[in-house]
């Protein structure tokens, strides 16, 4: 059985740092993409970040680029992001989830989520 | 960037009768790069279709995807009581890999 646990999540100010991990287990890591997408307190789905199953390449939401870096570690089955700069605007449940082949793609499984909240 | 357009925003339908929601691209979606994800409240979403009409794994044949280019369907063809909730369409064909706004179908 897939499952995805996100954690990392939590209250940070304006301009400071998180990062976000999230622990796969249940199927062959290496061989698949993974994503990060996010939704704002009572608002919709934004895809976030996709990093290919060898950890080669990335994508990143232009919200996102150059403050947030998606990195994984195929030996420890963990997905990370790693948030910078962070905004008000960057307030979400941020779900971890897993692609249906090592390019990336749609989302097959959600982890269940961890919210982030940005404040002062 | 392709955006992604969901009609109507709402739906109020009753148990048993057929929902039909539309995605519309802002230009063409690549080799029909296109799926279907159904939340509820509380909840992480659920693919229901990709590729434009694949169900995925589990999901029963009442859901049927249809559509190419830029315009695309998801039909319910008779709607349970589990099926209340927001559905949004995702373009995977150029990143970003863009979501809809969503459609909530909501109960009569």
């Known amino acids: 059985e897939v499952q995805l646990v996100e954690s990392g999540g939590g209250l940070v100010q304006p301009g400071g740092s998180l990062r976000l991990s999230c622990a796969a287990s249940?199927?062959?890591?290496?061989?698949?993409?993974m994503i990060w997408v996010r939704q704002a307190p009572g608002k919709g789905l934004e895809w976030v970040s996709t990093i290919t199953g060898s950890g080669g390449s990335t994508y990143y939401a232009d919200s996102v680029k150059g403050r947030f870096t998606i990195s994984r570690d195929n030996s420890k089955n963990t997905l990370y992001l790693q948030m910078n700069s962070l905004r008000a605007e960057d307030t979400a449940v941020y779900y971890c989830a897993k692609a249906p082949n090592r390019y990336g793609d749609y989302v097959d499984y959600w982890g269940q989520g961890t919210l982030v909240t940005v404040s002062s | 960037e392709i955006v992604l357009t969901q009609s109507p925003g709402t739906l109020s339908l009753s148990p048993g009768e057929r929902a039909t929601l539309s995605c519309r691209a802002s230009q063409r979606v690549s080799s029909s790069y296109l799926a279907w994800y159904q939340q509820k409240p509380g909840q992480a979403p659920r693919l229901l279709i990709y590729g434009a009409s694949s169900r995925a794994t589990g999901i029963p044949d009442r859901f049927s995807g249809s559509g190419s280019g830029t315009d695309f369907i998801l039909t319910i063809s008779r709607l349970e009581p589990e099926d209340f909730a927001v559905y949004y369409c995702?373009?995977?064909?150029?990143?970003?890999?863009?979501f809809g706004p969503g459609t909530k179908v909501d109960i009569k």
């Open positions: 249940g199927f062959t890591f290496s061989s698949f993409a």
């Open positions: 995702q373009q995977y064909g150029n990143s970003p890999f863009t």
